[in-house]
């Protein structure tokens, strides 16, 4: 079945470092790629929608210079987490959209996450 | 607006007993989707079900089985005869068409099967 794989799965540095997380669909092309964050025992919440070629369009109350997405193809979704704080420290997870089918009936697959720790 | 509510922080069974996970949504859309996923202790996401709003049946796959009912704007889902392996935290969720893919989920509902 489709697949996409989230790079790292876990990741621990130093406050101030920046950070990217890589998601890719690998057997499909994705129009759309969204990125969700959860806190500890919370729900997932939509932080930003990533569409190849064009910028990506954020929710409301999430800051487009803290968390940077690149859709640079139609597989490959990047989200940098810039100048790092603990505040941040988070579970990040892709989902992708697959470029098949009509609208609606597009299916979506999720990647497995990254677990995010800023010290 | 749109709004999913799941009332139950954390449901606790004793393995073999059915658990119902409740979901109620809210949503001004006359098409729209309704999901469940299952994400165990390791964090990623199972998917589970998705339902559309003009298919009213309910559903059955194994043990797992669902209940949607435009009327009450629930789609509840029960686990029957559970296993330890169920124990996770489960949300539902609610995309419509002009946001298609973009997922409001539920709080999530914890659930613990013990042995």
């Known amino acids: 079945g489709a697949v996409v794989s989230q790079h790292p799965s876990r990741v621990i540095c130093k406050s101030g470092t920046s950070v990217k997380i890589e998601c890719r669909s690998l057997d499909f092309q994705a129009t759309t790629m969204f990125w969700y964050r959860q806190f500890p025992k919370q729900s997932l919440m939509l932080m930003a929608t990533?569409?190849?070629?064009?910028?990506?369009?954020?929710e409301q109350g999430v800051e487009k210079d803290k968390f940077l997405i690149n859709h640079a193809s139609l597989t490959l979704s990047t989200l940098t987490v810039t100048s790092a704080h603990p505040e941040d420290s988070s579970f990040y997870i892709c989902?992708?959209?697959?470029?098949?089918?009509?609208?609606?009936?597009?299916?979506?697959?999720f990647g497995d996450g990254t677990r995010l720790s800023i010290l | 607006a749109q709004k999913v509510t799941q009332a139950q922080t954390e449901i606790s069974v004793v393995e073999k007993e059915d658990v119902t996970l409740d979901c109620v949504y809210e949503t001004r859309d006359t098409t729209y989707y309704l999901f469940w996923y299952k994400q165990p202790p390791s964090g990623e996401l199972v998917f589970l079900i998705r339902?559309?709003?003009?298919?009213?049946q309910n559903e059955i796959s194994g043990r797992y089985s669902w209940n949607f009912q435009k009327s009450t704007s629930s789609f509840n889902f029960t686990i029957t005869a559970s296993q330890v392996v169920d124990s996770a935290v489960y949300f539902c969720?609610?995309?419509?068409?002009?946001?298609?893919?973009?997922?409001?989920f539920g709080a999530g509902t914890q659930v613990v099967v013990t042995p």
């Open positions: 989902s992708a959209r697959e470029r098949r089918g009509q609208g609606y009936n597009q299916p979506q697959h």
């Open positions: 990533s569409n190849e070629g064009s910028k990506a369009t954020y």
């Open positions: 969720a609610l995309a419509t068409t002009d946001s298609w893919g973009k997922l409001q």
């Open positions: 339902r559309n709003s003009f298919d009213e």
